[in-house]
């Protein structure tokens, strides 16, 4: 698999601690996405970005931060103000051809954050 | 709001038997519709979307306006079939991308 990879594949933090999850593409797609998969709630949007530099809160984006200052990278901070931030964290990313339409989007493996 | 449902959790079905996986939505454009599916251990990926109209492992998936549907559909399942299932929604929205999944439905196969 290459394309989309997500760091660390397991993270264990304390309470009350950020931490930031890492996305990277090398597929040269403009857009990137981050969600959030819990059992029984599918996937539920955290944050968007279409370009560099500018990213959109999604439906959950309640205690978390972003930033896209390159076009292959979205790091995900998970801030102590999240509630509940234990879940698997998926990143994905897709092109964006002229804005005509939504087009498929590509996973990385995720990352599995536990809070303690 | 677009919303997207899937009413099922779990499905079993016998091998060989037919499964329909169902998938409603809720927006009021114009929809883009998808089927993503995750495999045990392996990336969520592209199953199939309506504007393609092609079929995928024997999967397809029609879109109908009218009972705001998009079912996933095959007349034979196989073992490999077993795997999760997600519908989802794309939608435009002030020039950004925007989608939104199901809760999925697990698909389990018997032998």
């Known amino acids: 698999d290459g394309g989309i990879t997500q760091s660390p594949k397991y993270l264990f933090r304390k309470e009350g601690q950020n931490v930031t999850l890492s996305c990277e593409q090398n597929l040269n797609h403009d857009a990137m996405y981050w969600y959030r998969q819990d059992p029984g709630q599918g996937l539920r949007l955290i944050y968007y970005s279409q370009i560099v530099n500018d990213f959109q809160k999604g439906d959950i984006a309640e205690g978390y931060s972003v930033s896209r200052e390159k076009k292959e990278s979205f790091p995900l901070t998970v801030t102590s103000a999240q509630k509940n931030p234990t879940a698997f964290y998926l990143c994905?990313?897709?092109?964006?051809?002229?804005?005509?339409?939504?087009?498929?989007?590509?996973f990385g493996p995720g990352t599995r954050l536990t809070v303690t | 709001a677009q919303r997207v449902t899937q009413p099922e959790k779990l499905l079993s079905v016998f091998k060989g038997a037919p499964v329909e996986l169902k998938c409603n939505y809720s927006y009021s454009g114009s929809p883009e519709l998808f089927w993503y599916v995750q495999y045990s251990r392996q990336r969520l990926q592209l199953l199939l979307r309506h504007i393609s109209r092609e079929s995928i492992k024997g999967f397809t998936a029609d879109l109908n306006k009218g009972e705001t549907s998009f079912h996933l559909k095959k007349p034979f399942a196989q073992e490999e079939d077993s795997a999760m299932y997600y519908c989802?929604?794309?939608?435009?929205?002030?020039?950004?991308?925007?989608?939104?999944f199901g809760i999925g439905t697990k698909l389990q196969v018997i032998p």
């Open positions: 989802a929604l794309g939608v435009l929205s002030g020039g950004y991308q925007k989608v939104t």
């Open positions: 994905a990313s897709s092109i964006t051809v002229g804005g005509s339409g939504t087009y498929e989007q590509y």
